[in-house]
Each structure stands twice: as structure tokens, then as C-alpha cells.
């Protein structure tokens, strides 16, 4: 298919999308999605549409983007395993594939399936022979871009080693704080931390603060009722196990230079200088989805209240998805 067709099927998506949520049948699959996932949130289902309409269904971003690439002509089926954590996890890598005029086979999160049918109804409203297909497992496939959890990454990567595949696995981000933030900034940082229940690999997880810094860690607004369960089975645990921590009503801040191991936890750290802060972040590249800060320099880096606003080229672990299609 004509790459210029391909490209003006999802120019007219964002702007079928540009209304969601204020229609009365885009409101029926906000609570269909909210009832398949109960990590959903209304609200914030809305979101993940209007931040897919605003970084990447806009016509001058979309072909300022295409234009960085050579595409070859040539016929691929590309297996797409997605994740169902956030609401549409999986449109941008069925985007990609598409605008390569490839054939996408894919096997979308049951967690996420009811959005996910929504967008891909609209696709063939505008397109009736859009190349999507439905993946099982046994069809055959060319490549295969597969996100899943790090234990799933590992059976993806057992799975498809006899062709090229791109596999994701679980990964962390961070904010890196001057100390000078404004209140508007925390504010901000509040929306990068909590989104999503904080299922993102691209929600901030760890704060990096320097010594001395008298500031607050936001507090979660409002959470879902998994998320309100998890923190509170969670704060009761460290109560019993004698743990220091912060209550944030909502979270849990503890410091500490590692990673959590639960959603209901943010943990923070002091530094005495960026140079020891650049220097962790090299080090744990590989665990690292995203920076969020104004006085770090780092290639994944996001500004405050844009984590979960990545754009075209915020590509997931750091890899070009249109690289791995084209070569």
C-alpha cells in the first residue's frame, strides 16, 4: 500500500480521535476498557488517546518523522505481542509496521483488547484493507517485536530466536531534581510518577534530590481501587517488618538507590553532585526507560509532565522500531 495512503489513513485517526471520550460511543468503550482492566482509569484512558492524537497522529510531526527513513519495497509479516499495563501500549508499534507497508499480525493484551479493537475498527473504517491480522501463535511471521514482563521477555526470547525480534522486557525511570523545582514542576512530576497506577516503564519511580533538599515528593490525587489495595497490603507489611518509610497517603517513599519491587513504592536519594548522578545513570542504562529532569543531560530525557507523552522518536529501551523493521 502507497506509503502516502498509509500515512493519511492515520492523520484522519487522530482526527476521528480528537473527540474521544465526549461522544456517547466512545464513552461505552471507556467503560468496557475500565471494566476489562481495573487498572484503568476513565480519565486516563482519555489520556493515552489524546497524548497518542497530540505526539503522534499529527500530520507535520508524522512526516517530518517518515522522512528520516528509506524504506525498501518489500513484503513482511511482522508478528506484534503487546502488553496491556497502560491503554494502548501497543498503538505505536502497529503504527510503525503499517507505515513500513508491512502486514501487522498481532496478539493484543486481553487487559487491553477492548481498546485496542476500538482503534483498530476505526483503521478499517477508513481503510477496509488495512494489513491487520490476528496472531495465534502458529501463523508465520518475518519479525516479531514482542513487550512483555521480564520473565515473559525471557520465553519471547526462547521463542523467536530463529528470527530478528525485538524483545522488551521490564524497565524503570527516574527523575533527577535541582532542588529549584517550582511548585508548578512538582505538580507536574505528581502526573509522571502516579499515572497508570504507576505501571509505566516510563512512570518515575526514583527521585534523585540533592543533599539538603527541604521539598515535599508529591502525593498521589486519587488512585483506583487496585492501586489503593496494593498500597495499603503494602504499608501494612512494612509496619510489621519495622521498615522506615514516608506515608504519602497513597505511596509509600523510602530512600533507597535501587529500583522498587512494588507499585505502591517511590523510593528517593540524595547526591552531593550530577557527575555521581550521571555516573549511577550510566551504569544502570540497561534498567533505564526514562529521565525526567532539566538540569541532566541524558539521551531518554523528558520534561517535566511529558513522561508519559513520549513522542515519535522516544523510542521504548532506546531502540529505532523503524530501524529494526527496515534493515
Known sequence: MDRAILTSVFVELGRRLRTFGEDEKSASVIEL?????????????????????????????????????????????????????IPLVGFFDLMCVLLCGYTAVIKPSSKDSVMMQYIIDILRDICPTIPIEKYSGDEQIDKVIATGGDAAAAHFRARYNNIPSLIRGSRHSVAVLSGEESNEQMNLLQRDIYTYSGLGCRNVSLIFAPRGWNGEIPQPESMVEMKRGNYLCDKAMMLMSKMEFLDLNGALAVESRSFPETLSRVHYAYYDSLAEVRAWLEENDGALQCVVSEVIDHPRRADFGRAQYPTLCDYADGIDVMKFLID
Open 33 to 85: 476498557a475500565v471494566a476489562a482492566n481495573e487498572w484503568f482509569a476513565p480519565s486516563e484512558v482519555v489520556m493515552a488517546v489524546r497524548a497518542i492524537c497530540e505526539e503522534m497522529l499529527d500530520e507535520d510531526k508524522l512526516q517530518k518523522w517518515l522522512a528520516n527513513y528509506n524504506f525498501p519495497a518489500k513484503s513482511m509479516r511482522v508478528g506484534i505481542i503487546m502488553a496491556g499495563n
